[in-house]
C-alpha cells in the first residue's frame, strides 16, 4: 500500500493512499460472484448467467464497491503508519476509480491532535475561596431534614398551601368528553411548590377529598409536547386525597432517625461537618474551574471545525434521544448558539490538561482504580472484590478511569500554581448550594 502525507494546516493532514490492485480484483471478483448469484436474465437460470453479462450489467459499480469497502482499513493502516493521532472522522475527497502504478488511489482529509505547546502552565495565580458555615446555615439544613422525614396525614379539610394533593385527570377533546389513552392515576403534587400549571394550581386550592373540577391549561409555545405548544387544553381533575404535612419536632428521636445521631447537639455537629467538607468541596471545584480558564486564557489554540462539529453531533443526538416522544425537534442553529461556547472551552481543557498529563507521564495505572473502587464499595457497606468483579467490563470502570485521571492531573497542576486561600460570607442562594443535601 502507498502513502502520502501532507501537511494542510497545523490539525489538518491530507493523506492520497494507494490500495493495492491485487487486493482490490479479489474483492471485486468476491462483489462480482454476489451479483451473478443474484442475477436473473431472460434465458438463462438465477446465478447461471455469463460472467461477461453480469459484468456488462453490475461492472463498474462492483468495482467501486471493491474499493470502496478496503478504504476503511487502508486509512487506518495508513494512519498508524504516519503515526498520526486522529480526533475527527476521515473525510473522502477523491477517488480514482482506475489503476495508476498498480494502485487504485483515493485522497482522503482527517482532523490530527497536534503538539500542544505550554506556554504558561506552572505560577499560576489562584484564589481558593472557600464559604464559611454560620449556624442559621445549619439550622437551614436541619429543616429540610425536617421537611424530607415529614409524615403526610390524610385529611378531610380543604387544600391549602404546603399540603399533597393526590388526583386522576384526563384530558377532554373540543367536545367535552375524555380523549382516549390520556387518564392519569393517583398523582401527587405540593401546592405552592410550582410544580404544576398555575389555572391547575389554582383550581386545586380549597378542594377536598372526592372533589371533581374541570381546568383549562394554557401550554407555553416551548412545551416539550408539541401538540400542546400553544394551546389550551381542558382537563377532567378528581381529587383523590388531601394530606398535611407535619414536621417532626427536632429532639433526640428525630436525631437518630434522620441522621444516626445520637442527641441534638450531636445532630448539629455532624450536620456542620457535612456543610464544611461540601463548602470545600464546592471551592475546590471552583478553584478547579478557575485553573482551567487560567490555562486556556494563557495558552491560546485554534480548534480544527471537524472537532468542534462531530462534537455538537453527538452532544445534540443525545439531548434530542432524552426528548419525550411527541416533543418538537431541537433547532440546530439555536442548540449551536448555546453550547458551541461550552463545548470549544471542554475540547481546549482537555487537549491542554492532556499536554500536561503527557508532559509529566501522570496515568491512571489498576492500583489506582483498586483503591477507588474499594472506598467505593466500602461506603456502599460491599465487598471490595465482589465489587470489582460486577463493574468489569461496564461503562462505569471507563467513567471511573476518567475522573481518576482527570483529578490527578488536576491536583498535579494545582501543585504548580501559587494558591492563595480565603474564607467569605456567601450570600444564602450560594451559602444553601453550597451546603446542599446535608
Given amino acids: 500500500m502507498k502513502v502520502e502525507l501532507k501537511e494542510l494546516d497545523n490539525w489538518m493532514r491530507e493523506l492520497r493512499i494507494g490500495i493495492p490492485e491485487a487486493a482490490v480484483e479479489e474483492r471485486y471478483k468476491e462483489r462480482m460472484a ?5 442475477f436473473e436474465a431472460k434465458g438463462f ?10 459484468e456488462g450489467k453490475f461492472g463498474q459499480l462492483a468495482r467501486a464497491e471493491a474499493i470502496e469497502s478496503l478504504m476503511p482499513e487502508a486509512i487506518a493502516e495508513a ?3 504516519k503515526e498520526l493521532r486522529p480526533v475527527c472522522d476521515p473525510v473522502i475527497e477523491s477517488l480514482e476509480t482506475s489503476p495508476v502504478d498498480g494502485h487504485y488511489h483515493f485522497t482522503t482529509t482527517i482532523g490530527v491532535r497536534p503538539e500542544i505547546e505550554l506556554k504558561e502552565y506552572e505560577g499560576l495565580e ?5 464559604p464559611t458555615v454560620s449556624n ?3 439550622d437551614r439544613a436541619i429543616e429540610e431534614l425536617r421537611e424530607r422525614n415529614a409524615d403526610l396525614e390524610p385529611v378531610t379539610r380543604p387544600a391549602v398551601p404546603g399540603d399533597y394533593v393526590i388526583i386522576d385527570y384526563e384530558r377532554l377533546d373540543d367536545e367535552g368528553k375524555p380523549v382516549p389513552d390520556s387518564r392519569v392515576e393517583g398523582q401527587a403534587y405540593e401546592l405552592g411548590a410550582g410544580q404544576i400549571p398555575p ?3 389554582e383550581a386545586l386550592k380549597g378542594m377536598s377529598p372526592a372533589g371533581e373540577t374541570t381546568v383549562a391549561v394554557t401550554f407555553p409555545e416551548q412545551s416539550s409536547v408539541k401538540e400542546l405548544a400553544g394551546g389550551t387544553v381542558s382537563f377532567a381533575v378528581t381529587v383523590r386525597d388531601v394530606r398535611e404535612k407535619r414536621l417532626p419536632a427536632v429532639d433526640d428521636e428525630f436525631a437518630k432517625k434522620a441522621a444516626g445521631a445520637e442527641t441534638v447537639l450531636d445532630l448539629r455537629v455532624k450536620v456542620r461537618n457535612s456543610l464544611e467538607k461540601q463548602a470545600k468541596d464546592f471551592a475546590r471545584r471552583r478553584l478547579e ?9 494563557k495558552n491560546p489554540f485554534e480548534l480544527p471545525e471537524c472537532l468542534v462539529r462531530d462534537r455538537l453531533d453527538l452532544m445534540l443526538e443525545r439531548f434530542q434521544s432524552r426528548q419525550p416522544e411527541g416533543a ?6 439555536q442548540f449551536e448558539e448555546v453550547y458551541k461556547p461550552v463545548v470549544v472551552r471542554q475540547l481546549r481543557a482537555g487537549l491542554l490538561l492532556g499536554a500536561i498529563a503527557e508532559k509529566h507521564d501522570i496515568d491512571v495505572d489498576e492500583s489506582d482504580v483498586r483503591e477507588r473502587v474499594t472506598e467505593v464499595a466500602e461506603s456502599q457497606g460491599k465487598d471490595p472484590g465482589q465489587f470489582m468483579k460486577d463493574l468489569e467490563g461496564s461503562d462505569l470502570i471507563d467513567q471511573l478511569k476518567d475522573d481518576l485521571w482527570l483529578s490527578k492531573v488536576h491536583e498535579f497542576a494545582l501543585g504548580l500554581s501559587r494558591i492563595t486561600t480565603e474564607e467569605y460570607e456567601p450570600p444564602q442562594e450560594e451559602g444553601e448550594s453550597a451546603g446542599e443535601g446535608a
Fill in 34 to 38: 454476489q451479483y451473478r448469484k443474484d
Fill in 45 to 54: 437460470r438465477k446465478g447461471k448467467a455469463p460472467m461477461s453479462m453480469v
Fill in 79 to 81: 494512519v498508524r503508519e
Fill in 126 to 130: 489562584l484564589t481558593e475561596r472557600v
Fill in 136 to 138: 442559621e446555615d445549619v
Fill in 199 to 201: 389555572e391547575l394550581e
Fill in 289 to 297: 474551574d478557575d485553573l482551567v480558564k487560567e490555562l486556556i486564557e
Fill in 328 to 333: 418538537s425537534e431541537i433547532d440546530r442553529t
